[in-house]
């Protein structure tokens, strides 16, 4: 039997803020459920007029043949003892019908990262005819919507091209970027506390190092051109704490803010937290109008040491 690849679809890769750290300064989201299984038993009313017969000791396996359960209530179980999907035939052949299921036969239909492979006939026939099949021709009121396909190497070569040209792009949109504006990028893709170089041939690197890494969320966001408040505040926070206005860890916590040759406590933020959920809550705090005034003199503050930095990079050029 010829091992066949079954997929997850793309609706089942997470949206949640799950991340994976490439480097020290660099995380991407890890968008691919780690396990997956399907049902191993389920009922449904069959809709297939004609199916393609995958019962392994059939004399017409591989061919289609009319289908003798169409608009027929069945009851399909994965047993890897039994030569039939089939319940009511399985309890015929002595399988109880309150067996329970081995490890083996939960193992067998798990996708791990998306992927499932296999060449037993019996758990590929099971999977095929499942409703959670993307393809599958019949009512089943406990499934809204499938869970995984058949790996299909056509639609697999278009979709790498795909790939290709999404992630050439993503590079040519970062070999244009002025150094303020890559560095800003990796802020916004990375977070606050994400450290930039000041040399533009390095910052670009690293925003290779990131589409090399990418899923296509990640790859979304960095051709988008336009940002929303949530992301212009973190992209201030994280240039305040580069040029050294601004700071988490001058007091436990406390955010501190410049002043002078000092520093002022300016919002409490409990150090107990990790230093991703302490950039998050200070934003929250920027963005109300309680943190406005706040905002506004990181901002202005910003723009004097920018300013005053440029300044003194032409002199010394």
């Known amino acids: 039997m010829a091992i066949k690849t079954y997929v997850l679809l793309p609706h089942t890769e997470s949206s949640a803020p799950i991340y994976r750290r490439i480097n020290q300064d660099q995380r991407i989201r890890l968008s691919k459920r780690v396990v997956e299984q399907p049902f191993l038993r389920i009922t449904f009313n069959d809709q297939r007029e004609e199916i393609v017969d995958l019962s392994p000791d059939s004399a017409t396996y591989g061919k289609k043949i009319p289908n003798p359960k169409f608009d027929k209530n069945v009851t399909i179980r994965l047993k890897l003892t039994s030569n039939t999907i089939f319940q009511d035939q399985q309890i015929k052949d002595g399988i109880l019908a309150n067996e329970p299921f081995t490890p083996a036969e939960r193992a067998c239909v798990q996708f791990h990262n998306g992927v499932l492979m296999t060449s037993n006939p019996i758990v590929q026939w099971y999977l095929e005819s499942s409703p959670q099949f993307n393809g599958f021709k019949g009512l089943c009121d406990s499934v809204r919507q499938p869970l995984y396909e058949v790996f299909d190497p056509v639609a697999e070569v278009s979709e790498t091209n795909k790939d290709i040209r999404r992630r050439t792009a993503a590079v040519v949109k970062v070999m244009g970027l002025e150094l303020k504006e890559a560095q800003d990028l990796i802020i916004r893709l990375n977070g606050s506390y994400v450290k930039t170089s000041d040399d533009l041939l390095e910052v670009q690197n690293s925003l290779v190092d990131f589409i090399d890494n990418a899923g296509d969320l990640e790859l979304a966001e960095l051709m988008k051109d336009s940002i929303n408040v949530d992301q212009e505040v973190t992209i201030i926070i994280g240039r305040a704490i580069k040029e050294g206005l601004l700071s988490f860890d001058q007091e436990p916590n406390q955010v501190s803010k410049k002043k002078g040759d000092g520093w002022v406590n300016v919002k409490m933020v409990s150090s107990d937290v990790d230093k991703i959920e302490r950039e998050r809550l ?27 930095k440029s300044k003194k990079e032409k002199v010394v050029a």
């Open 282 to 308: 200070f934003s929250v705090f920027l963005t109300s109008p309680e943190g406005k005034l706040l905002l506004e003199d990181l901002k202005a503050d910003l723009a004097k040491a920018e300013t005053k």
